[in-house]
């Protein structure tokens, strides 16, 4: 595990455009985000929002047409030891299907200029020892997804960027990579990990950068996404529920009712906590529970992308 804490990534007015003249169109426009070590930063955008083409930008493998990617103000290619302190899983296509895991790593740290001692330690990191003198093309989905993640790995770096990587993982390596990145972050990595569902980094990721056609649309702590009004839930308990359920309907009409197995406990959703505890004090109704649910974050997220697609 990295003893130095990972490198901060900086965007800035960052703009890509493909093709030429009247031709050009911008993938990525005027971007600009922070993400800081220490932490999980989940990079989210619908399909061709541009996410992939930042972090190439970011890797060095494209030139911006204008602003720049960097770590902690070098670009990729003027880090004294990029594959130490970089790691990166851009697609899951690039393996030789020929070649088992365990050879493909091993070209990989070569080319790398990295001492072959970490592979057995990545490969059993990602779960694939039993099956690293296997060919790759004979993986699952889910298994070249394990790989590239070895690979991403092997410099024990103290920056990960990995693009898309829960794509194909079940919800078992799903847990699995959320508590990897979790541990990474913990020892002072740097984590960007882009997505286009919310739902996937909804649980492991502390910030969030979500962009809609190239553009930036949000970036902060996740906390901070505003629950839209008519999404908050809450769960009720009491000994009058459906008395209260009554009233709630008569009071706010747009509020839906779900009623549980339970006959003292409904589930609100469409007002927040405070007003059913108003409606409730109001009423004279005993309240055993009130427990705020959360909101709706992905139709927050839906919203704020349509919104970048309208501009
Ligand atoms: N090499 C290229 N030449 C021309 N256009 C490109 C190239 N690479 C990407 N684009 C275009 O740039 C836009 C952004 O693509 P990009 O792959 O960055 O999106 P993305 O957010 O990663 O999408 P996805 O969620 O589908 O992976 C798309 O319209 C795409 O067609
Ligand atoms: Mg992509």
């Not at 779960?127 to 699952?140: F, I, N």
């Not at 950068?209 to 996404?225: D, M, N, R, T, W």
Request: glycine letters at 10%.
């Amino acid at each position: 595990m990295s003893a130095t804490s990972g490198l901060p990534i900086e965007v800035e007015d960052l703009t890509k455009a493909f093709g030429r003249g009247s031709r050009a169109t911008a993938a990525v426009r005027g971007l600009s985000f922070r993400v800081n070590p220490g932490r999980i930063t989940g990079f989210l955008g619908p399909n061709g929002s541009g996410k992939t083409t930042t972090l190439r930008c970011l890797l060095g493998l494209v030139t911006p047409t204008s602003g720049a990617a960097r770590f902690a103000g070098m670009r990729y290619q003027d880090l004294p030891e990029p594959t130490r302190q970089v790691g990166a899983a851009l697609e899951t296509a690039g393996f030789h299907p020929g070649r088992t895991a365990r050879n493909h790593l091993a070209t990989m740290a070569r080319a790398a200029g990295l001492t072959p001692e970490r592979i057995d330690a990545v490969l059993s990191e990602v779960d694939l020892t039993d099956a690293a003198d296997r060919r790759v093309g004979t993986y699952s989905l889910g298994m070249k997804q394990r790989l590239s993640l070895a690979g991403a790995l092997l410099g024990d770096p103290g920056v990960l960027v990995l693009d898309e990587p829960a794509n194909g993982l079940d919800p078992e390596g799903m847990a699995w990579l959320r508590a990897l990145l979790r541990q990474r972050a913990a020892n002072g990595a740097t984590v960007l990990v882009s997505s286009h569902v919310l739902a996937e980094v909804q649980q492991t990721a502390d910030d969030v950068v979500i962009i809609a056609q190239g553009s930036l649309v949000h970036a902060g702590p996740i906390a901070e996404l505003a629950v839209p009004a008519g999404t908050q839930r809450v769960r009720l308990r009491s000994p009058q529920a459906q008395d209260l359920a009554r009233q709630l309907q008569a009071a706010f009409p747009s509020v839906v009712i779900d009623p549980s197995d339970d006959i003292a406990t409904v589930q609100v959703t469409g007002i927040s906590a405070e007003m059913v505890g108003e409606q409730a004090h109001r009423a004279g109704i005993v309240l055993h529970e009130l427990t705020p649910l959360g909101g709706d974050l992905e139709s927050v997220y839906l919203e704020l992308t349509a919104q970048g697609e309208q501009s």
